[in-house]
């Protein structure tokens, strides 16, 4: 329900609040008052483009705000999946600056402007005289049906497990590609994989590889360089250890004159013992270094089988082998077993598929109840606003399945998968068309050929009234959808609109007398042209001031004691 719109800056309005009622709201006033201005400032909170040479001030933004009471709309999920703060009270705010920018923000949280307009259309359902397409959408269609049928817990379990179906179907379809490849890949995966298993890789072989090539391609200049070391160290006359030794020896004859050097003599001491076992180490691989020519070509054929597979396979990493290694391993598992995951998914899909036929089956069969009654009701209700000769035809095809079982005919990829491509859809197997017609003796057709604007008009009208019996509806508009109505009519169409907004809040732009009567609350739009720029403004009308104003429209300007009183029995005061 629409409780309050705010607008700042837009067409010929400053700034106007306006605080609806729940129940029927009419809104009158003169041509070019306003009225339609009011609904295209409400239009940007429900994400229709904005352009700002329309603003009342050009130097200013326009602020359009919607507070909306949403309990009893489900919106939760819309909400949480949105991000988005789920209030008792939620407000839809739309900012434009003077260079065209525009910002939208839900209970103060920014957000695109779709996001806005998939909330604002389930919020608020403007209709005109003119608006002939929804009428005529398969979808809004098949929604009336189900609306009736009030099965909402059916249908969403139908969906939820369509929608995982449809995923199964994917997969299915992804595993038979991957599986028909492996199979015809199998020869080349096995080849490739049995090079890679006869060359027994480690992990880290190939860095031990190389540093021992290195040492064995370089053993003459080790071994010299080890020798000239250990030479340096232990065994010439000056060797390191030597003079080590003797320095050792002076300190020996003094050290028991003064602790520093002592001190010293010991460290000395330590170090000469580092240095024998240094040398000693120097010598040991110095002995284990040598030429292996054998080993080196043994060690180099080694390391370019790895090169070689590294390039074939283009990596640079033995680990990376080992992971196509196992790839591979994989691939050969999946052709020689892969058939054996196909069938047990394809029996999962025709399990669930059985399940989905039989959902389908009872949501096409609760809908096959609901079409008559939708039919009378519609009917009815189109008799009482004058149109007695309609004639409401609810076409339902029924969708019969003619593919055979996934998975039961060949072993093709595509015959494997058609089983519900054709068939199930996300609505059930139910087609709904809606076939109208307006006067006695012609043929039923679509709706939008066979009925002038505002016979479609109340044909919405009747239609709407019968799903709000049996759904939540959002805030209804009709914007002037009385056109071509008078008299004894128009009073009837004013009581299916008084009807209508038992269950829902309806707003109504209206010219006729009739209609304006049944309000619970009335709106007029007036032009203030007192200032140095017409302004557009709103004022709730009391009721005396309501008998005026429907007095005017009954009669004119100057409405006289019958129009006066008329208007009072219109109002039943």
């Known amino acids: 329900m629409l409780q309050r719109l705010t607008i700042q800056n837009y067409a010929l309005i400053d700034n106007l609040e306006i605080n609806f009622d729940k129940g029927l709201n009419i809104l009158t006033g003169e041509t070019g008052a306003g009225k339609s201005i009011i609904l295209g400032a409400l239009s940007l909170i429900l994400g229709q483009r904005a352009e700002s040479r329309y603003f009342f001030n050009q130097q200013k933004k326009c602020v359009i705000e919607g507070a909306f009471k949403i ?18 009270e939620t407000v839809l705010r ?22 806005l307009k998939q909330l604002g259309e389930k919020l608020i359902d403007i209709h005109s005289q003119h608006a002939t397409r929804e009428i005529n959408d398969p979808e809004f269609q098949l929604l009336v049906v189900d609306g009736v049928a009030g099965h909402t817990d059916l249908l969403a379990q139908y969906r939820t497990k369509y929608r995982a179906y449809r995923k199964s179907l994917s997969r299915l379809q992804q595993l038979i590609e991957e599986n028909d490849k492996a199979k015809a890949d199998l020869d080349y995966y096995q080849f490739q994989f049995d090079e890679l298993e006869k060359a027994a890789l480690a ?3 190939q860095d031990g590889l190389e540093k021992e090539l290195a040492t064995l391609n370089n053993a003459e200049e080790i071994k010299r360089n080890l020798l000239g070391a250990h030479y340096l160290m232990h065994e010439g006359e000056t060797s390191a250890i030597i003079q080590l030794r003797e320095a050792g020896q002076q ?5 028991k004159y003064n602790t520093e050097v002592e001190a010293l003599n010991e460290r000395l001491k330590s170090t000469l013992i580092e240095l024998k076992d240094i040398a000693a180490e120097l010598e040991n691989i110095e002995q284990k270094t040598f030429t292996d020519e054998a080993r080196a070509e043994e060690v180099n054929t080694r390391l370019s089988l790895i090169y070689n597979l590294q390039k074939k396979h283009r990596v640079s990493t033995n680990q990376e082998l080992l992971d196509i ?35 389908a089956t009872q949501l096409s069969t609760n809908r096959k109840k609901a079409i008559p009654v939708i039919e009378d009701k519609v009917l009815a209700t189109l008799a009482e606003m004058g149109m007695n000769n309609s004639a409401l035809n609810i076409e339902q095809e029924v969708a019969k399945s003619e593919s055979p079982e996934v998975g039961k005919t060949n072993s093709s990829a595509d015959s494997r998968t058609n089983g519900l491509t054709d068939h199930l859809t996300k609505n059930g197997i139910d087609s709904i068309r809606f076939m109208f017609s307006a006067n006695k003796g012609h043929a039923l057709a679509d ?9 479609l ?35 009837k169409v004013g009581l299916v609109m008084e009807r209508l907004s038992q269950n829902l809040q309806v707003i109504t732009i209206t010219h006729l007398p009739q209609i304006a009567g049944k309000g619970s609350s009335h709106y007029f739009v007036y032009k203030d042209n007192e200032g140095s720029i017409t302004n557009t403004r709103l004022k709730k009308l009391s009721p005396e001031e309501r008998v005026t104003e429907i007095a005017k429209m009954l009669s004119g300007d100057n409405p006289g004691e019958s129009a006066l009183q008329n208007a009072r029995e219109l109002l039943s005061l």
């Open 203 to 205: 992990e880290d072989e």
């Open 251 to 255: 300190l020996n004859g003094i050290e």
């Open 325 to 359: 290694q196992n790839d591979l391993s994989d691939k050969i598992q999946q052709a020689v077993f892969g058939d054996e995951a196909v069938e047990k998914l394809q029996q999962e899909i025709n399990a669930a598929r059985h399940e989905l036929e039989q959902l």
């Open 71 to 88: 309990a009893g709309f489900h919106l939760t999920d819309f909400f949480e999946d949105n991000d988005l703060d789920h209030e008792s």
């Open 457 to 491: 008009s109340r044909l919405m009208l009747s239609i709407k009234s019968i799903i709000a019996e049996y759904t939540a509806l959002p805030t209804i508009i009709f914007d002037e959808i009385d056109t071509g109505v008078s008299g004894e009519v128009a009073n």
């Open 94 to 115: 739309r900012e434009i600056s003077a260079d065209g920018k525009s910002r939208a923000f839900v209970n103060d949280t920014p957000v695109n402007l779709n996001t």
């Open 447 to 455: 709706m939008s050929k066979v009925a002038s604007g505002g016979e």
